[in-house]
T-cell receptor, first 115, second 114 residues
Framework: EPEVTQTPSHQVTQMGQEVILRCVPISNHLYFYWYRQILGQKVEFLVS????????KSEIFDDQFSVERPDGSNFTLKIRSTKLEDSAMYFC?????????????FGEGSRLTVL | DQQVKQNSPSLSVQEGRISILNCDYTNSMFDYFLWYKKYPAEGPTFLIS?????DKNEDGRFTVFLNKSAKHLSLHIVPSQPGDSAVYFCAASDRGSTLGRLYFGRGTQLTVWP
């Protein structure tokens, strides 16, 4: 069964460092998303991406965050200067079509620990 | 931001019995609701959904009920199995927002014991 894959599974970084989280969405999917879950809290939407541009972003997704689809397969989330509060599990997700209401396929997540 | 609330952090049910997981929402713009299941070290997995034009949707052992007037939905699992033990997230989609932007509850840890 096709799946969304994410790398790395766990990354530890120093505050102020740049981090890139990578995702390979399901191959025929057109819509891509990043969510995050801070430990003990709810899963929160960060950004959605379609046709090589951001469709929507949340209040969390400030100027420190960026997303990119550098080639036909990868979808990346970059955090330019990490803060302690960026420590969380980051989930990539994808979906096939606009009419597919909400059925997102999630990856296993990348755990980011900022020290 | 408490637009989707799951007030029970945990639920314990015996195998074979019914599990009922509850969810409340506050945003009247929500028009599509979903349940996701999550095992440790895995991402959330879609389970079942319901549009606001319906009040019930059934898929095998899983049924979701929607009460729009009460802004309440519930997930029924009958019969419950040990493999159902997981965290269950209620999520909602806003008709005015990007399809795929979901608002999640905090989740309910379901434990099904033999």
């Amino acid at each position: 069964e096709p799946e969304v894959t994410q790398t790395p599974s766990h990354q530890v970084t120093q505050m102020g460092q740049e981090v890139i989280l990578r995702c390979v969405p399901i191959s025929n999917h057109l819509y891509f998303y990043w969510y995050r879950q801070i430990l003990g809290q709810k899963v929160e939407f960060l950004v959605s991406f379609y046709n090589n541009e951001i469709s929507e972003k949340s209040e969390i997704f400030d100027d420190q965050f960026s997303v990119e689809r550098p080639d036909g397969s990868n979808f990346t989330l970059k955090i330019r200067s990490t803060k302690l509060e960026d420590s969380a599990m980051y989930f990539c997700a994808s979906s096939f079509k606009r009419g597919e209401r909400g059925e997102l396929f999630f990856g296993e997540g990348s755990r980011l620990t900022v020290l | 931001d408490q637009q989707v609330k799951q007030n029970s952090p945990s639920l314990s049910v015996q195998e074979g019995r019914i599990s009922i997981l509850n969810c409340d929402y506050t945003n009247s713009m929500f028009d599509y609701f979903l349940w996701y299941k999550k095992y440790p070290a895995e991402g959330p997995t879609f389970l079942i959904s319901i549009s606001s034009i319906k009040d019930k949707n059934e898929d095998g052992r899983f049924t979701v009920f929607l009460n729009k007037s009460a802004k309440h939905l519930s997930l029924h699992i009958v019969p419950s199995q040990p493999g159902d033990s997981a965290v269950y997230f209620c999520a909602a989609s806003d008709r005015g927002s990007t399809l795929g932007r979901l608002y999640f509850g905090r989740g309910t840890q379901l434990t099904v014991w033999p």
